[in-house]
Each structure stands twice: as C-alpha cells, then as structure tokens.
C-alpha cells in the first residue's frame, strides 16, 4: 500500500504565507515526481506545481513568482511554499506523486486526501 498524507492547510489573511507538507510512505521502490493540485468549489482541479525527481520544476502560471515547490527525496516528502496568498487561492489542496513500487512495475499516480486552504479576511 500506498499513503500520502499532506499537513499544513488552514485560514490565512490575503497576503500571508502557509507551508504545506506531504509524506509519501508504504511500498515504494521510486518516485518520479510529487505535485500538487488543488480544486475551488465548482471548479475542476488543476495543477498547481510540480517536482521532478531530478529537481526540475514546473508551475501554474497564476501561482509563479508565490509559490515554491521542493522536495526531499530521502524523506518521500515535497513541500510548496505558499507567499502572497490571495483570496482566489482558496481550495483543497491534493498531494500527487507519481511513483513505482517495484523495479519492474509501472509507475502510477496516487493521491493525498487533501488539505483545506482558505484565504479570507
């Protein structure tokens, strides 16, 4: 079994700053890229950013410049630094990795249950 498990979520004022966490565990031989998405009420969800196991990076274009994406291969854990938060930030936030769990597997995507990021005054 696999388990992502993300920390960090909460209410924030326009602005501010949250750190969000996730832990990857279980049965895992790699990790090809963590991620995360995030999802509004009504709307679909969409990436927010990505980390490659080599360590490149990729982003949403509404959150460049705010959020940062890291990662600590050893741990199995990715963190996104979350700076001048606004109002539109507002959703679940979903952990993603992309990973195998044996050398000859092929590699598939699980998710996180999610963490509430609100962004309100």
């Known amino acids: 079994q696999v388990q992502l498990v993300e920390s960090g979520g909460g209410l924030v004022q326009p602005g501010g700053s949250l750190r969000l966490s996730c832990v990857a565990s279980?049965?895992?031989?790699?990790?090809?890229?963590m991620g995360w998405y995030r999802q509004a009420p009504g709307k679909q969800r969409e990436l927010v950013a990505r980390i490659f196991s080599g360590g490149s990076t990729n982003y949403a274009d509404s959150v460049k410049g705010r959020f940062t994406i890291s990662r600590d291969n050893a741990k199995n854990t990715v963190y996104l630094q979350m700076n001048s938060l606004k109002p539109e930030d507002t959703a679940v936030y979903y952990c993603n990795a992309d990973l195998q769990r044996s050398p000859l597997s092929m590699s598939y995507n699980y998710w996180g249950q999610g963490t509430q990021v609100t962004v309100s005054s």
């Open positions: 279980g049965n895992i031989f790699s990790i090809n890229a």
